[in-house]
């Protein structure tokens, strides 16, 4: 069974930084691309970064310059480097990791809570 779970997130002052990881355990982590999301309060749920298997990756354009995505394959683990953090990047931040060749494949972790305030 496919298991995801991510951590790193809490309370930080605007321009500062977090770093967000998700583990995936129980499956080929390196055949997943990976993908963050976020969901404010009232709001629906948007993709923010996304990494396929081969590294490539793309960015909503509110984060491009500020967020990095990477993925450490030894260790089934894609991160979520976020800098010059803004009050609007609070949400809860969810990983989704979605099989390359079958969609149906596809997982979601409980979300991690980011609070961007002074």
């Known amino acids: 069974q496919v298991r995801i779970v991510e951590s790193g997130g809490g309370l930080v002052q605007p321009g500062g930084s977090l770093r967000l990881s998700c583990a995936a355990s129980g499956t080929i982590f390196s055949i997943y691309a990976m993908r963050w999301y976020r969901q404010a309060p009232g709001k629906q749920r948007e993709l923010v970064a996304s990494i396929g298997n081969g590294g490539l990756t793309n960015y909503a354009d509110s984060v491009k310059g500020r967020f990095t995505i990477s993925r450490d394959n030894a260790k089934n683990t894609v991160y979520l480097q976020m800098n010059s953090l803004k009050p609007e990047d609070t949400a809860v931040y969810f990983c989704?990791?979605?099989?390359?060749?079958?969609?149906?494949?596809?997982?979601w972790g409980q979300g991690t809570q980011v609070t961007v305030s002074s």
């Open positions: 989704n990791a979605r099989h390359i060749a079958i969609t149906t494949f596809d997982f």
